[in-house]
């Protein structure tokens, strides 16, 4: 009789444990003005990988080339569930919660991150021209706060710690609608506050983020930097005509970049003088670029997850919708590697006792 009861509580126990998400390996936190990662100073060098949930190849794709990335110094990478310009990624149904295709690759994409000790921005909301919000037009402030509120669980459930959030990538959506991201910071903070939350938008930053990033003002005493650098002495401006002109100027329909993964010379100069800045004064730098934003659409196949070439001897001004053999990040990663070398990771927590949690 014992034997049996014996039985059934090992098996009820062995029932629980496997209802219980295994702890990940890294875990992101803000401390004052620094970042960390288990516990140890941490400088962002990462890839903004925005549209990585756009199809099944593309994911694969991104978690293929993270170990290229890594030995390129890379530790990060940003990828959002509603994707950006042209991705339309509709990672959130109409009622706030997570469409579980996208959070199935997302989920992926983190626990390959933290496998190899890296981080992932995850990003919730991006407004802008993205098909993404056609179904949430409905959607009012406690509308945006319940998906917000919903990712942070997922992240919680999971216990996916390799991470910090940008709930509203430049304020488009508070923009747009006048929503409070405050209020969204709120929103995810009573869901679980050891998650952190980062601020991107122009106007006044609130202090309830835990980081601030791109857009926002630099807060004093509190950690900051560049989540989507690029050149700013671009001819025709990056995300202006340069990365626009068959939409913007020919009349022609067309629902991608122009000029993809296209760099001058005196582009890829002041790009890399941005990321030092970024790495040396700053909390890090995350490049952005159209060769791994780029979508699917007009026959280009992206977003292109993978280094591509180094951008040389490139005529702009030809052939602006179609892929230059030649173009990609190369010559970024090349440099991020001589610079810094591959990225070394802290000890995982499970084997480091003094890491905190």
Request: glycine share 10%; proline share 6%; net charge neutral.
């Amino acid at each position: 009789m014992r034997s049996k009861r014996n039985g059934r509580i090992v098996l009820l126990a062995l029932l629980l444990a496997g209802s219980v998400a295994q702890a990940g390996d890294y875990l992101f936190s803000v401390k004052k003005d620094q970042l960390l990662l288990n516990g140890q100073a941490f400088k962002v060098l990462g890839l903004r990988c925005s549209n990585a949930l756009v199809s099944e190849g593309a994911t694969r794709r991104l978690i293929d080339h993270l170990d290229r990335y890594q030995s390129c110094g890379v530790n990060t990478v940003s990828v959002f569930f509603m994707g950006s310009r042209f991705g339309d990624v509709k990672g959130y149904r109409r009622d706030g919660s997570l469409d579980p295709v996208y959070a199935r690759r997302m989920g992926q994409i983190i626990e390959a991150a933290d496998r190899r000790g890296m981080v992932v921005l995850v990003g919730c909301l991006y407004w802008s021209t993205s098909r993404a919000k056609e179904d949430l037009g409905h959607w009012r402030q406690e509308d945006a706060n319940r998906a917000i509120a919903n990712t942070i669980r997922w992240l919680r459930d999971h216990d996916y710690r390799n991470v910090f959030v940008d709930v509203d990538n430049e304020g488009m959506a508070h923009d747009a609608t006048g929503w409070s991201i405050r209020s969204m910071i709120d929103a995810a903070h009573a869901v679980d506050p050891t998650i952190m939350i980062a601020y991107n938008d122009g106007d006044p930053p609130p202090d309830n983020a835990d980081l601030y990033i791109h857009h926002s003002p630099k807060v004093k005493g509190r950690p900051w930097l560049d989540s989507e650098s690029t050149p700013a002495q671009t001819p025709m401006g990056y995300w202006g005509k340069f990365s626009k002109e068959t939409h913007q100027a020919s009349g022609k329909p067309y629902y991608n970049y122009s000029r993809i993964g296209v760099y001058t010379a005196e582009m890829k100069e002041q790009q890399w003088a941005q990321t030092l800045e970024g790495m040396e004064r700053y909390n890090g730098c995350v490049l952005a670029s159209t060769w791994l934003q780029c979508a699917p659409g007009e026959g280009v196949g992206g977003p292109f997850n993978m280094p591509g070439g180094r951008s040389e001897a490139i005529d702009i001004h030809t052939t602006i919708d179609q892929i230059h053999p030649d173009a990609g990040i190369l010559w970024w990663l090349e440099a991020t590697r001589a610079q810094y070398g591959p990225w070394s990771p802290p000890p995982p927590r499970r084997s480091n006792p003094n890491a905190k949690s």
